[in-house]
């Protein structure tokens, strides 16, 4: 049975959410997570749809990408499909012709899981290794310990707040109140919250969303970020804490981070905050 690859209509993304939900476990590699999706909706309904893409065979999905930005696939597979070579050889196809409709022509870079048969197939075409990311995973069995700050969860009233906070932390960031708004109409914030921290004075020093993929699988950080005027002081530390201590509240079993490996401040904020380092993983590369 053919395998056809599909861009959603804005009605069909909530039961791509529920599909990555379903593929989010402990022992999966680190991949795309439903918050992605959801932290992406921040640039509206129309726009998510138009830049996510599934693959199917005979109805059923075995593949989800995200086009983030116009040269980069996030893409993971079906828990039983990683080692499918129909699917990997249909995604290489895909990915290599812009008449596809996937990637465009030049320079571009595919993220998959570890292990999936794709990565080989994209070695043996001359795709290479490219930035090298750090994935950390916190379990959440036991109770999590509260920071010693403030922490507001960011409701609709502090859309402008929170909006700030992600400015002032990540350069060259247009976030706003209303793209705020826009992310937290789409179906994956349904399970999310997004906290600020304030220190002493009351100032608000960190930001940080959290995504639930249910009861009993992981949940996800993204982004995390901590205001350029207020770093070297712990808040980094205290909201990743916070996270995962509302994380355990929605019900996750662990909380995933990623964050690329030259960036040694924020892979030793997350270790200090309970996380614990997975293997690297890198993306795949055509350069030409």
């Known amino acids: 049975m053919a395998?056809?690859?599909?861009?959603?209509?804005?009605?069909?993304?909530?039961?791509?959410?529920?599909?990555?939900?379903?593929?989010?476990?402990?022992?999966?590699?680190?991949?795309?997570?439903?918050?992605?999706?959801?932290w992406y909706w921040r640039t509206g309904a129309e726009r998510t749809a138009a830049d996510v893409r599934t693959w199917r065979?005979?109805?059923?999905?075995?593949?989800?990408?995200?086009?983030?930005?116009?040269?980069?696939?996030?893409?993971?597979?079906?828990?039983?499909?990683?080692?499918?070579?129909?699917?990997?050889?249909?995604?290489?196809?895909?990915?290599?012709?812009?008449?596809?409709?996937?990637?465009?022509?030049?320079?571009?870079?595919?993220?998959?899981?570890?292990?999936?048969?794709?990565?080989?197939?994209?070695?043996?075409?001359g795709w290479s290794a490219g930035e090298a990311w750090t994935p950390l995973r916190r379990d959440l069995i036991g109770p999590v310990r509260p920071p010693a700050v403030r922490i507001e969860v960011a409701g609709a009233d502090r859309a402008d707040a929170y909006a700030a906070v992600h400015r002032a932390a990540f350069d060259g960031s247009t976030f706003s109140g209303a793209r705020w708004h826009a992310m937290a109409a789409g179906a994956p914030y349904a399970e999310a919250r997004c906290l600020l921290a304030y220190d002493d004075g009351g100032a608000a020093v960190a930001a940080v969303t959290v995504w639930s993929a249910g009861p009993g699988r992981p949940g996800l950080l993204e982004p995390m970020g901590v205001h350029r005027d207020h770093r070297g002081r712990g808040h980094g530390v205290a909201i990743s804490v916070a996270a995962a201590a509302a994380l355990r509240e929605l019900g996750a079993s662990s909380a995933l981070v990623g964050t690329p490996s030259t960036n040694t401040a924020a892979v030793a904020t997350y270790k200090a905050a309970g996380f614990q380092p997975l293997p690297e993983v890198r993306d795949r590369c055509r350069e030409a």
């Open 57 to 125: 065979r005979g109805g059923r999905v075995l593949a989800v990408g995200l086009l983030d930005g116009p040269t980069l696939l996030r893409l993971t597979l079906a828990p039983g499909a990683h080692q499918d070579p129909e699917l990997a050889r249909q995604l290489l196809a895909d990915a290599g012709e812009p008449k596809r409709g996937v990637l465009p022509e030049g320079p571009v870079d595919i993220e998959a899981p570890r292990g999936v048969l794709l990565h080989d197939l994209l070695a043996g075409a």
């Open 3 to 38: 395998i056809e690859l599909v861009t959603p209509e804005v009605d069909e993304l909530g039961d791509v959410v529920d599909v990555l939900r379903t593929w989010q476990h402990d022992a999966a590699p680190m991949q795309l997570h439903p918050g992605d999706l959801g």
